[in-house]
């Protein structure tokens, strides 16, 4: 194979597997595996834990996710007036146990009861078992905003395009909503700690939904993936199996046509990057295939969906992690559809169970493991939607509700402030439609689950710019509580620095 064609076969494929194009467009590392060159750690213990982040792009009605059920507060009826031809039937509504909301930040918990829509059964029960909670009224911040007034009178600093679908998917991945140019948030968890990481030709971040915002950082991005896992397809379904076979000429000529590509040398650095990037995919691609080979049977049975099948590539990723070298991943998959601005209620009953089915055999699969109280997965989306209703479907808002789930999330609990269904008088609703003020910000969660993780207090201002706003670290305080932090290593020498405010 001529170098021509060997460009032409490999080179989109490659690019996906590396991330060569983000390291192009910029020329910083190359091989951006070594983590982040001032603030790399890599010594992390002995245990291993991963995050999981499921973007369900589109802005997920979450409304309707998680409904008030009960008759404190008058909470099922304001619910039910409110959102009219869109509420849920109260009968078919799945109760939750224990489901006064926390409060927060000053802004008391609405509702003493709550439940879900009748497709979430399976995260129903992971509720009830303390094994998953729901995240009340969270979104983008870039500092606390109390109410209606300091939203309306320019007092406080507020996100880029709130009801932006290019603004808000961008700013739930860079917990920067100032600004439309940032890092990720996973991107610079791996600057920090993909050093960890005993085998640094594959990243630390790997991704199931292609290149994202989320995993890119200074110097890491993500290694990205097919759900179509075997040694012969992972990363390079572009290219023929039987170019990556593994013995005789076929190996030989392989092995030649890289080693001569790379050593030749291009008249120009974009070039010399190309060609590096190349054999680096072709190594990491030996390496993640030979750790496939690994992957244990499953007696947990993933749906057959898009979300199911990647949530069950995540799990035989993890399975093989000892044959990765790895001690910490971060994966991102996606699942889109959720813009819906009419059908609401029959593309929630259509998509909902594709998410309740791959998150609760996800779970189920790292218990298999194993390694549930390491793995936390969590949601994210653009934003909620408009609690009234558009005459067919709802429309964009912003603060929503949020799923964490995980062996090590302290469940069986809803997080933060649910806002009053109530639109009269309501301090945190500023339209007419029902676009409530979050009351959580995304800085708050990522910060916990980055504590939990293994990134210093002294680091979470270059992980979270913002958190400063809204988060100073003290021994045994966390930003929101749902996670337990038992077994979490944080040194007492770890001084937070001086995070940007406003």
């Known amino acids: 194979m001529n170098r021509r064609a060997f460009l032409k076969q490999t080179g989109c494929a490659a690019m996906g597997a590396t991330t060569l194009l983000s390291t192009l467009t910029s020329l910083g590392s190359v091989n951006g595996a070594i983590g982040h060159k001032r603030f790399s750690k890599t010594d992390l213990g002995e245990d291993y834990k991963a995050l999981v982040c499921v973007l369900l792009a589109g802005g997920l009605d979450s409304y309707n996710l998680l409904i008030p059920n009960g008759t404190v507060d008058n909470g099922y009826n304001d619910y039910a007036t409110t959102r009219a031809d869109l509420a849920i039937p109260q009968s078919s509504i799945l109760p939750l146990n224990n489901t006064s909301s926390t409060g927060f930040r000053g802004i008391s918990g609405n509702y003493g009861s709550f439940g879900v829509h009748p497709a979430m059964g399976g995260l129903k029960d992971l509720y009830n078992n303390g094994k998953l909670a729901f995240m009340a009224n969270v979104g983008t911040l870039v500092q606390p905003v109390m109410n209606a007034t300091e939203f309306s009178s320019g007092q406080k600093k507020l996100p880029e395009g709130i009801y932006s679908h290019s603004d808000q998917i961008m700013q739930w991945q860079t917990s920067v909503p100032q600004s439309r140019k940032a890092l990720g948030v996973g991107g610079r968890i791996a600057d920090l700690l993909n050093g960890s990481n005993a085998n640094n030709q594959i990243s630390m971040n790997i991704s199931l939904g292609g ?22 397809t992972v990363g390079l379904d572009l290219v023929p199996s039987s170019w990556w076979g593994n013995s005789g ?55 057959n969906s898009s979300l199911g099948n990647d949530l069950a590539a995540v799990a035989k990723v993890i399975s093989v992690r000892n044959s990765l070298g790895a001690k910490r991943q971060i994966f991102f998959v996606t699942l889109g559809g959720w813009d819906m601005h009419d ?17 609760k055999a996800f779970y189920d699969a790292t218990v298999e493991l ?64 029902g676009n409530f003020i979050p009351s959580v910000s995304t800085d708050e969660l990522y910060a916990e689950m980055a504590l939990w993780y293994g990134v210093s207090p002294s680091d979470l201002c270059y992980v979270l710019p913002n958190i400063g706003n809204f988060y100073a670290y003290a021994q045994g305080n966390y ?13 007492t020498e770890d001084k937070p620095q001086s995070c940007l405010t406003y």
């Not at 050593?263 to 990037?277: E, F, I, R």
């Not at 059908?343 to 998150?359: D, E, F, K, Y």
């Not at 639109?423 to 439609?433: A, D, K």
């Not at 930003?479 to 040194?491: D, E, K, L, R, V």
């Open 370 to 433: 194993g390694i549930a109280e390491n793995v936390t997965t969590f949601t994210i989306s653009d934003f909620a939607r408009t609690i009234t209703s558009n005459g067919m479907g709802s429309d964009h808002a912003w603060g929503g509700n949020s799923i964490v789930m995980g062996g090590s999330v302290n469940g069986g609990k809803i997080y933060g402030a649910y806002p009053s269904m109530n639109l009269n008088n309501n301090s945190l609703n500023v339209s007419f439609r």
């Open 211 to 232: 290149k994202n915002v989320f995993q890119t950082g200074e110097s890491i991005s993500e290694y990205s993936i097919s759900n179509n896992l075997s040694a012969n």
């Open 479 to 491: 930003p929101i509580g749902f996670m337990n932090m038992s077994g979490t290593a944080i040194s």
């Open 249 to 303: 000429m076929i190996s030989d000529l392989r092995n030649s046509a890289i080693d001569s590509l790379i050593s030749d040398t291009y008249a120009n650095l974009l070039q010399q990057t190309y060609a590096t990037g190349s054999k680096n995919a072709a190594s990491s691609f030996d390496v993640f295939r030979n750790a496939l080979k690994k992957i244990p049977n499953f007696a947990t049975q993933f749906p």
């Open 343 to 359: 059908n609401l209620i029959t593309g929630l009953n259509q998509r909902l169970p594709m998410v309740n089915s791959a998150l």
